[in-house]
C-alpha cells in the first residue's frame, strides 16, 4: 500500500507518529556501509545480548530512523529536513529495541513544522530528545510500495579471512579420492595452487588425465594413485593416511556413504575414541561471525553420548577458526524442556555437562530454539538469561534432517557460502557435494589446513578480533 504524505493545511498542532525498531548488527553494517564509514561495523564476536553494550549504535543511526519517520508518516513523503538537534540519553546497543515518536509543537506559515523528537527504551526510559524543522511539501506525494525495503548487505569475508590465515602455514598433503569429474579435479588443482594441499590424486590415471586436458591444466609434479573402483579409490585414500604418506581426504566424485564407508573401517587405523561427526562452517550475508553447524552429514539419529562427541568437535573446528571460546546453542523446536521432546532433554544434558567440565572449550546452553539462539530480540522477548542465546556462533542440531535443512536453507535462500570437514578421525575429511562449487572445496581445504595446525600447536592462526570487509582488508571495529 502506497504511503502519502499529509499537506501543511491538513495538519494540527498535537499530531503524533509514532514507530519502534529493534537495533541489530546488520543495520548498524548497513548504515556503516551506506556512509562508506568502519564506525558502524560490530566488531567480531561482540555482544548481542540485551544489557550487553559491547556493539553501539553511533548517534547518526538513531537521527536515520527519525529521519525516516518524518519521511514516511510526519508530514511524509516530500518532506525536507531543514534542522534537527537532539540530546542523548544514553547509549543504545545491538539489540535494544527502541520507540521513537514525532509530535507536532507548531506550524509556521508558509509550510515549515517544528517537531518534537523523542527516543526511548522499550521500558519507557529517555534515550534522546531533540527539535526537528520540518518543511512540508506543497503538493500531494506518495510512496509506492508502503515503507522503505529491509537493506541486505552481502559479504562474505569469513571465508576470505579463513583463506588469509592459511597463507603462513604449509600445504597439508591430501589424498584425493576419485576425482573422476571436472568440479573433483579442479577443485584439487586449484586448493594446490593457493597452497593449501599437495594433491595426490587416487584413481583412474587415464580418466584423470583426460579430465586435465580438456580443462586445459597441467598434472606436472602431481601424484596419482592408481584406484580402479569407487571402493578402491576410498580404500587407498584412507591407506595413504594410515601409512603417513597424507594427513587429509578430500572427496571427489564417489558418494559419501562409500568414502566413509573406508574411512570408519575398524582395520583402517583412522577411527579414535571420539565419534565422527560433520560440521559445516556457514558465512552468511549479514551476520557478524561464522555459524558452525553440525551434524548434518553423518549420524542420523544421534543418541545422548555421540551428541557429546558432535558438540566438542564443532567446539574442536571452532577454536581452529580463531574462535576462543566458542558459544554453542543445542537445538530443539522450543526452548524449555519438555519431556515429550526428547531433544529438549539431551540439550539440557548437554548443557549440564558442559558446566561440570565434560564438555570443554565453549558455552554450550540448551534447549534453544533457532530464533531465540541466534536473534538477540527473540532471546530478550522470551526472558531468556543466558550467555549464549541470541548471539550462538554454533549450532547443535537435534538429528541429520534438522542440521542438513538449515545448512541448505541458508545457502540457496540466505546466499550462504559454505565449507565442511568430518572430525573425529584420525585426520580431517573434507565431505563436499558433487554440486559444491570450486570455492566450498577450497574452503573446505582451509579449514583442514587450520584444524591440523591447531591439533599440532594448540593455537589458531586466525586473528581474533577484527571482521574483514568484503575488500578482504581487516575492517575497524
Known sequence: ???????????????????????????????????????????????????????????????????????????????????????????????????????????????????????????????????????????????????PPEVLVHRHGHGQRLLAACEALPPLATAVAMPHDLPSLEGALLAAEAGLITPILVGDPSRIAELAHAAGRSLAGVAIVSADSAAACAQRSVALCAEGRAAAILKGSLHSDTLMAAVVAREAGLRTARRMSHVFLMDVPGVDHPLFISDAAINIAPDLATKADIVRNAIDLARACGLAQPRVAVLSAVETVNPDIPSTLDAAILAKMAERGQIGGGLVDGPLAMDNAVDAGAARAKGIDSPVAGRAEVLIAPDLEAGNLIAKELSFLAHAESAGLVLGARVPVMLTSRADPARARLLSCALAVLLQHWQVTGASAVPAGHTIGESGAPAAP
Open 1 to 147: 500500500m502506497a504511503i502519502e504524505n499529509r499537506l501543511f493545511d491538513e495538519l494540527a498542532v498535537g499530531d503524533s507518529a509514532r514507530a519502534s525498531r529493534v537495533c541489530t548488527a546488520q543495520d548498524l553494517r548497513a548504515f556503516a556501509l551506506a556512509g562508506g564509514s568502519p564506525v558502524a561495523l560490530p566488531a567480531a564476536g561482540a555482544a548481542t545480548a540485551p544489557g550487553a553494550h559491547d556493539t553501539l549504535a553511533p548517534a547518526g543511526w538513531i537521527g536515520e530512523q527519525i529521519a525516516r519517520l518524518i519521511a514516511t508518516r510526519l508530514p511524509g513523503p516530500g518532506a525536507r529536513l531543514r534542522a534537527h538537534s537532539l540530546a542523548y540519553h544514553r547509549p543504545v546497543a545491538v539489540g535494544d529495541e527502541l520507540r521513537f515518536e514525532l509530535r507536532l509543537l507548531e506550524k509556521r506559515a508558509p509550510a515549515l513544522l517544528v517537531l518534537q523528537t523523542l527516543v526511548s527504551s522499550s521500558a519507557g526510559e529517555p534515550v534522546a530528545e531533540g527539535l526537528a524543522e520540518v518543511i512540508a511539501a506543497d503538493t500531494r506525494q506518495s510512496l509506492a510500495g508502503g515503507a
